[in-house]
């Protein structure tokens, strides 16, 4: 077969990583992208064979919507006489309407039901894979015709953080005290159309840490970085290379997140994590809140999240959210082999 990945945002390479991997054994893969946030630096660390496909047309809503039909025409462009037989995609608004441009079945994955663009995408996918805590009733309204939608089991971080999981070295029961502890950041998503919280909220909050703890910043894309490598923010640790969840995961004493996926990943792990999502948090967030996997705390404090580093301890991965999730690889994949046009 030849399948079709089309990743659009640095989570979806993790997402995918093992998956395309396993099928490039005995298919043929073809993966497009665009250039967003380090979803191209995350694609070279990978060593993937990719083509960037059309823009990211920024945060507003007309600019989204001027250059939703010109990627479109992009991809079937690109695509053209390439005989893809299978398509798939999480959160790419453009792959199932793409898809059924060209006659190609197209499986779309999506956990986020805030996002305007799953309408068009429910529409044109021929099978939608949500995660179980993803209520009907809310697919229901984004027109998702209930015939196609199919729950996995767990959240969609499972997908991958099983295998990830697997590959990490175990952890310590007690670890050396280091000089400083450190403490990830991960910044708002600027340009994402869901997000309608504040900008630059978390600077007084970096401000105020930086000279207790060792600070990374992990920034969304080029703007974002050169945002905190101001002379101000003098001390904190500003990736400017895309980093991988080994990499992270075992360094990190506390995670700090204003947006979704890496705060799910953080906190299915076991790290201490706190959530500042400044918006309505997803089904998905709400189940894990629930049970205790992190904290939302959207006013956060450096002296609140200082008083939480001094009494946090790290937790194991959560192994019934993996192995769901290795049910739930099993499952995509079961679904891409079967989907011959």
């Not at 920024?58 to 053209?80: D, E, H, M, N, T």
């Not at 949500?130 to 969609?156: I, S």
């Not at 991988?244 to 705060?263: E, Q, R, S, V």
Request: glycine share 6%.
């Amino acid at each position: 077969m030849r399948i079709w990945f089309e990743l659009t945002n640095s989570p979806h390479i993790n997402m995918f990583a093992a998956m395309i991997r396993e099928l490039e054994r005995d298919h043929e893969v073809v993966i497009t992208c665009r250039p967003l946030a380090n979803t191209i630096d995350l694609l070279d660390l990978h060593g993937f064979k990719y083509e960037v496909v059309g823009l990211h047309y920024g945060g507003k809503l007309s600019a989204k919507l001027f250059g939703f039909p010109i990627r479109v025409y992009q991809l079937c462009k690109f695509l053209a006489g390439k005989k893809i037989d299978v398509a798939i995609s999480q959160s790419s608004f453009h792959s199932p309407v793409a898809a059924r441009l060209m006659g190609v079945r197209s499986i779309y994955m999506n956990d986020n039901e805030h996002a305007m663009g799953n309408v068009p995408a429910f529409l044109c996918a021929d099978a939608i894979m949500v995660p179980e805590f993803l209520g009907m009733d809310k697919l229901r309204k984004q027109w998702a015709n209930p015939r196609k939608v199919l729950h996995y089991a767990g959240v969609k971080e499972g997908i991958y953080l099983w295998e990830l999981d697997a590959r990490l070295a175990p952890r310590p029961a007690t670890r050396a005290p280091r000089a400083r502890r450190v403490v990830y950041i991960r910044p708002e998503p600027w340009t994402a159309q869901y997000y309608k919280g504040s900008r630059n909220f978390l600077d007084k909050l970096v401000l105020g840490m930086k000279d207790h703890v060792d600070v990374v910043l992990l920034p969304r894309g080029k703007d974002q970085g050169v945002h905190y490598q101001d002379p101000k923010f003098a001390g904190v640790r500003v990736v400017t290379t895309a980093l991988d969840i080994a990499d992270i995961a075992p360094d990190c004493d506390l995670f700090i997140g204003a947006g979704g996926t890496m705060t799910r990943e953080m906190a299915v792990l076991g790290i201490p994590t706190i959530s500042v999502y400044q918006d309505e948090l997803l089904d998905v967030d709400l189940h894990l809140l629930q049970a205790g996997a992190f904290e939302h705390l959207p006013a956060l404090t450096a002296q609140q999240a200082l008083a939480y580093l001094d009494t946090a301890t790290q937790k194991p991965p959560n192994r019934g959210l993996l192995e769901k999730g290795r049910s739930a690889y099993d499952m995509v994949k079961r679904q891409l082999l079967q989907a011959r046009a």
